[in-house]
């Protein structure tokens, strides 16, 4: 069962329609209700099949936070996309976290069924909205990378590729039913989840993070892509200290690849943002992950 929020509940009574705008939807999995946000662009024809891009907010953090921080609304009213922004669960309702493998706080704790959570709420949406089942796409930072990269490999007959930012696979391996496209940013000085693997250092983190060089040769073996890269050193155009290489592994099947955008001196952020630098470390504003990441998407739809 799905319930719109009361501030929108006499438009949507009885699973009607979405429409352009905003809205909070509740799902019903296991006996608890799991908000999300959509967002919905004004250009949506329901005549017209949409892609729709879910967007997963990292831990100690919230839906809401997450669609300010990325500024992903503006990229879909552009190019014409629904994009989703779930609520993970917690104590605390600003602090919510996803069971994405080895992280992250009180979704793990509590072995939180994410892919039951996420299916329903496809099916609820492919009730409301005339989505294209062939473009659904996950992207999210941090924890929300990793529970991108769970989807991918749990999920892969719903989601066609993925985008992680800061955020490498929670989980030893991964175990697609076909090929998934990857896409990756990761900073060099992040301290939150180091490229490296191992804990973090803030906060006296514990967690034993899967290295960045084990994501990525993990999903080379998922999708049979070129072991060796193609490298890019992308302009250096903002002054701000940082520089981006980009190393594309291509000749995955079925047209899978792996790109990984890899800042150098980045901290634990969104490309292209600028949001609590102060505390997450420095972005790179040489590049936009909200224009890297929809390219990706539309380069990648579900093979038919």
Known sequence: MALISPILSLLFLAAEPLAAG????????????????????????????IPLVLCFHGAASNARQQMRYCGLNSKADESGFIVVYPYGTGRVSGFRSWNAGNCCGYAQREETDELSFVTKLLDELEVRANIDPRRIYATGISNGGMLSYHLASEMSDRIAAIASVA?????ESCSPNRPVPILHFHGTTDTFVSIKGGPGTQRGANIE??????????????????STPDRTDMPDESE????????????????????????????HTWPGRQFLTGVLGPSTMDI????????????HPMPE
């Open 22 to 49: 905003d809205y909070t939807l509740e799902i019903a999995v296991a006996g608890e209700s799991r908000e999300t946000i959509v967002h919905v662009p004004e250009s949506y024809d329901p005549e017209e099949p």
């Open 167 to 171: 955020g490498p696979m929670g989980y």
């Open 209 to 226: 993070f899967y290295s960045l060089d084990h994501t990525i040769s993990s999903w080379i073996d998922a999708n049979g892509c070129d």
């Open 240 to 267: 701000d200290g940082m520089q981006v290489e980009r190393y594309t592994y291509g000749g995955g099947r079925e047209g899978s690849e792996i790109v990984l955008y890899k800042i150098i001196g980045g901290g």
């Open 288 to 299: 936009s992950a909200n224009d890297i990441i929809w390219d990706f998407f539309v380069k």
